[in-house]
């Protein structure tokens, strides 16, 4: 079965300053790979997803991720952070012919002015 | 745009009660998912659906229950809730390809039982 980890709980970042957020994943075979983020209080969004091709993933909202099979990481990032962008963004992992996702435990985002 | 969406956003119920929890999609999607989030756990799947009155445990089914007897609705349902169903519960389908692929959400039920 395949397994996330996203070693950071929390990051706190200033505004127009790079987010990166880290993803680990855990499985055989070529795993298909999401990032959402949920807002307070809200769902969760779709952010971007893997499943071939081109490693390195564009997303909405700026972000883009990089898909690195030696490392087993699917790694968020975003260049200039904006004050909206304070969030918990969770990191998810399917396979092929199974419904199901795993999600990580969250990274929670806070950015100071 | 794929709209779920959930009966409530906040219920308050009584330890004993038989909560039932709401949700629909829109899209004709064939998958359609429960999962309760928990701070520091992420988001565990408690039971999903294939397919019209299909239905399968997820990680955590232990006092839950489900139903679906129509494609878009698929109901969450808390038999006698207690204390540790207190959560913010998650509803989301998806098209139903069998290939790991997108999960759309709803809003989300925050729960608390007294």
């Known amino acids: 079965a395949q397994s996330v980890t996203q070693p950071d709980i929390h990051i706190t970042v200033s505004e127009g300053a790079s987010l990166e957020l880290r993803c680990n994943y855990s499985y055989g075979a070529t795993p298909y790979l999401f990032w959402y983020v949920q807002s307070p209080g809200q769902g969760l969004q779709l952010l971007l997803k893997y499943f071939s091709g081109d490693t390195l993933v564009q997303g909405i909202k700026g972000f883009e991720a990089e898909f690195k099979r030696s490392q087993s990481s699917f790694n968020l990032r975003k260049p200039s952070v904006h004050w909206s962008d304070a969030a918990e963004y969770f990191c998810?992992?399917?396979?092929?012919?199974?419904?199901?996702?795993?999600f990580g435990a969250g990274t929670t985002v806070t950015v100071r002015a | 745009d794929v709209k779920v969406t959930q009966s409530s956003r906040y219920l308050v119920k009584r330890t004993g009660e038989k909560v039932f929890l709401e949700c629909v999609q829109d899209?004709?999607?064939?998958?359609m998912f429960w999962y309760r989030q928990d701070p520091g756990l992420g988001l565990r799947l408690i039971y999903f659906s294939y397919d019209v009155k299909m239905k399968e445990k997820g990680d955590i089914p232990e006092g839950y229950s489900v139903s679906r007897e129509k494609k878009e609705r698929f109901s969450l349902i808390l038999e006698s809730a207690s204390t540790n169903q207190t959560s913010m519960y998650l509803c989301a389908s998806s098209l139903g390809l069998g290939e790991g692929e997108t999960q759309y959400f709803g809003p989300g039920t925050r729960l608390l039982v007294l």
């Open positions: 899209m004709d999607h064939e998958n």
């Open positions: 998810a992992v399917g396979a092929l012919n199974d419904y199901k996702l795993s």
